[in-house]
């Protein structure tokens, strides 16, 4: 079980995320709502997984990717990402990003994409 | 696992809302001053969080033309611009029929089609980003337009 920082500018998918995973043990320590506060919770909370929006206010979610694993290589992210954002979600997965979950979320795949990475992780 | 999709329909409206009020701010700085990229990401971002919002619940409609406009905006960003008076007011009228969308959500109907004319018009335009109103310097050997569904 992890503990999960989320990150996306709407409440509608932050809300879904988290009921998704609570269910399955993992903790939701914190939710961000841009690529700015991404980075600063990670760097307070530590977490074991974040989940990471593209589509961001102030900074995006590749930035903040970016940002995170310069300074924490191991940092195991994946991305959220939407229909048309192929291009953005491989910079991301180059950048560092683990893996992708694609809007709208179906619950299953949601976990077993999270499962397999915490699993690789350990 | 099943999802309450009920709770999610008001957060829905209610984030919708929000985001329409932010592209309607947004549509009129862009008014005042057409290359205000503030404006300009703003209107990329409301269009692709509803659009995200509306597929997660099945709101096909609300998500397609929420998709076009998406790309469209795409497109005006890699401009650098809205680049006619045309374009601004074809983007108006996505807000006035996305809002039209929000409040059939809201009378709990089922959002209608937006009409064929709106949608086309949206899609017209160079992958490029360039102006759709100009004049192409290749007229005879320009790839088709490519619209994302």
Do not use: W
């Not at chain 1, 920082?5 to 993992?26: K, N, T």
């Not at chain 1, 950048?95 to 350990?122: H, N, Q, R, W, Y």
């Not at chain 2, 404006?39 to 990329?44: E, K, N, V």
């Not at chain 2, 597929?55 to 409609?61: E, K």
Request: net charge negative; glycine share 6%; with cysteine.
């Amino acid at each position: 079980m992890a503990r999960v920082l989320i990150a996306d500018d709407a409440s509608f998918m932050r809300q879904m995320i988290r009921e998704i995973i609570e269910p399955e043990g993992h903790e939701v320590v914190g939710e961000a709502t841009n690529g700015i506060e991404a980075v600063d919770l990670y760097n307070e909370l530590s977490p074991e997984l974040v989940t990471m929006d593209i589509v961001m206010p102030k900074r995006s979610g590749i930035d903040a990717v970016k940002s995170i694993l310069e300074q924490h290589p191991t940092a195991c992210i994946v991305m959220c990402s939407a229909l048309g954002q192929e291009t953005l979600v491989m910079e991301a997965l180059q950048a560092g990003a683990k893996d992708f979950i694609v809007k709208p979320f179906k619950p299953d795949s949601v976990i077993a994409t999270i499962t397999k990475m915490l699993e690789k992780a350990d | 696992m099943a999802l309450d999709m009920a709770k999610y329909r008001l957060i829905f409206l209610e984030e919708s809302t929000d985001h329409l009020g932010e592209i309607s701010r947004a549509l009129l700085d862009l008014e005042k001053e057409m290359a205000s990229a503030e404006a300009i990401d703003t209107l990329f971002r409301m269009a692709h969080s509803i659009k995200s919002m509306a597929a997660s619940l099945g709101y096909d409609a609300v998500a397609d033309l929420a998709h076009r406009l998406e790309d469209r905006m795409e497109g005006v960003r890699t401009a650098g611009r809205v680049r006619s008076q045309e374009e601004l007011a074809l983007l108006f009228r996505s807000l006035e029929a996305l809002e039209g969308m929000v409040e059939a959500v809201n009378r709990e109907e089922e959002p209608s089609l937006a009409d064929d004319q709106l949608l086309a018009q949206l899609a017209e335009q160079g992958e490029d980003g360039a102006d759709p109103g100009a004049e192409s310097p290749d007229p005879v050997g320009g790839e088709p337009k490519k619209v994302r569904l």
